[in-house]
């Protein structure tokens, strides 16, 4: 009797090979030219906030597509209340641009392409907002750390300004990290949908070299002297 052949796909945790199948465009937006810049210590606080700012219209699509999700069968594994970020970026908002930052603040370009995409697909599928969601919230308890470090180095942003970046909410971050590892690793996709799900996370890290290339733009009249 033959063995039935297994793909790598079914051998491979998908959580594992959804990391692998990303690892070049993740590293291609840690090191954007904006980032550089930021990180490197380069850009004074308006600088920061440029960034900031587009945060706040990202999370607020992510996070309206999270409510939708909360009935979804499969996207609701992946509601989790203590990451949402739109009260910590409202406070943000208000400290960095001003009491008038409702009036004031706008998505650029390359940020309302990414909005679309994201009511595009995370809040109409669940495999999309998987993607999106992985994509942003599990970047931002890692690597999302650096920048908290930076922002209270460079502009003594602490508490308000830096908020986004601060998740005591989830308690510990490699508890959390693996528990939602899990959760990919148990999702009810079959291959085809696992490689959809690979394909719109690819997707959702270009939308965001999208937005930090924007950024770099402009970014020289934010450099420090």
């Not at 995409?117 to 931002?140: C, M, S």
């Not at 009810?188 to 996370?201: F, G, L, N, Y």
Request: charged share 25%; net charge negative.
């Amino acid at each position: 009797m033959s063995v039935p052949m297994v793909t790598e796909l079914e051998q491979t945790p998908f959580s594992r090979t959804l990391r692998a199948s990303t690892k070049i465009v993740h590293e291609k937006a840690n090191h954007s030219g904006y980032m550089n810049a930021l990180l490197g210590g380069e850009l004074n606080q308006a600088g920061y906030t440029q960034l900031a700012v587009q945060y706040y219209f990202i999370y607020q699509a992510l996070e309206q597509a999270t409510d939708k999700m909360a009935a979804d069968p499969v996207g609701r594994g992946f509601v989790f209340d203590e990451l949402r970020r739109m009260p910590k970026l409202r406070r943000d908002m208000a400290y960095l641009v001003g009491p008038d930052w409702e009036d004031t603040i706008r998505p650029i370009p390359a940020t309302e392409a990414y909005l679309e995409r994201i009511r595009a697909t995370a809040a109409e599928w669940a495999g999309g907002y998987v993607a999106h969601h992985y994509t942003r919230y599990l970047g931002d308890i890692a690597g999302g750390q650096v920048i908290r470090r930076l922002l209270e180095k460079n502009y003594q942003l602490k508490d308000a300004g830096a908020l986004f970046y601060h998740f005591e909410e989830i308690g510990s971050a490699p508890a959390f990290r693996d528990r939602y590892r899990a959760k990919l690793d148990s999702a009810p996709w079959d291959e085809a949908e696992q490689s959809r799900v690979i394909d719109e996370t690819l997707v959702a890290f270009e939308c965001n070299v999208a937005v930090f290339a924007a950024l770099a733009e402009d970014m020289d009249q934010y450099r420090i002297d």
